[in-house]
């Protein structure tokens, strides 16, 4: 990874065009380093909706998505992204991208984009009373002190700054056991001006802590030994603008868990108490017994 993670998840999601092959567009990516030895699913997500942005163009703005992670993808193999225009209407338009390694799919998206209209507007107000995010200790500062490498992977190799309210739930799950939490986010640094591209980083950042209100339900910090968890599928809608690289408040509840897998619901708004996106996954979750 290089020095300046931001850097490096832009770098991510430049891809490259490989041309036209059975009538789909094509392009080719690579992967970031990730501690845990696997694609980072937020990348190949936002990495597959930056492929179907690039067959619509900017007038039109994706809105929601849905996706499902099908294998882990290998760090060491660049990624194919194959991506199938479905339709394009008066009003929206419909994209497929598939994401491949040697010809396996790892992930399955679909994703709708609308071109931007009047009518209804209404939104479920931020929750009050929560910390400003200069008075929530960093994930990075939580974490730099940890001797082991996804410790330290996690504190100085992810692109963007996050802070958990009330706490992490990393070591220990603190407090009541609820089925809710609340994370500041934003990037590290200043991004483009590209409305699109700010959109593929929110979902991107959309898949880091968004199972963990189903962890501090049921009080099973991260580093439970035998824990074992894993994304299913996850989906995103985009209500109104805003940029990710400035604060965030990433609002997550788990409103069930059963069978091994548990739901999770997030909301982002902004510093203003605007809600710009709602998001969903479902993840594989399975604590060994106790």
């Known amino acids: ?118 009518g209804l507007d209404h939104q479920v107000d931020m929750p009050e009373g929560l910390p400003e995010p200069e008075s929530v200790p960093s994930d990075r500062d939580l974490l730099s002190t940890v001797d082991h490498p996804i410790a330290q992977s996690w504190a100085n190799d992810r692109p963007f700054d996050m802070r958990h309210v009330p706490s992490p739930v990393y070591f220990v799950v603190e407090g009541a056991r609820v089925p809710h939490q609340a994370v500041w986010l934003k990037a590290t640094g200043p991004m483009p001006d590209d409305a699109d591209l700010h959109r593929a980083a929110l979902l991107y950042a959309s898949d880091y802590s968004i199972l963990e209100s189903v962890y501090r339900r049921h009080g099973v910090p991260m580093v439970t030994p035998g824990l074992k968890a894993a994304s299913l599928d996850h989906a995103m809608w985009w209500h109104r603008p805003a940029r990710a690289d400035e604060w965030l408040l990433y609002v997550q509840e788990s409103p069930n868990a059963v069978g091994g ?25 399975r604590v060994p017994r106790r």
């Open 1 to 118: 990874m290089t020095a300046d993670p931001l850097q490096s998840l832009l770098a991510t999601l430049d891809l490259a065009p490989a041309g036209n092959v059975g009538g789909q567009d094509v392009f080719t990516g690579t992967s970031q380093d990730d501690p845990l030895g696997r694609v980072f699913g937020g990348q190949v997500m936002a990495q597959s909706l930056v492929a179907a942005q690039r067959t619509i163009g900017t007038e039109r703005p994706v809105h929601s998505l849905h996706a499902y992670f099908l294998r882990p993808g290998d760090l060491s193999i660049p990624i194919t992204f194959t991506v199938d225009r479905i339709h394009d209407g008066r009003s929206f338009a419909t994209r497929r991208t598939q994401a491949s390694q040697d010809g396996v799919p790892i992930l399955s998206m679909i994703a709708s984009f609308q071109t931007p209209d009047d």
């Open 261 to 285: 897998r548990g739901l999770a619901l997030g909301r982002l708004y902004d510093r203003s108490g605007v809600l710009v996106a709602s998001v969903a996954q479902e993840g594989m979750v």
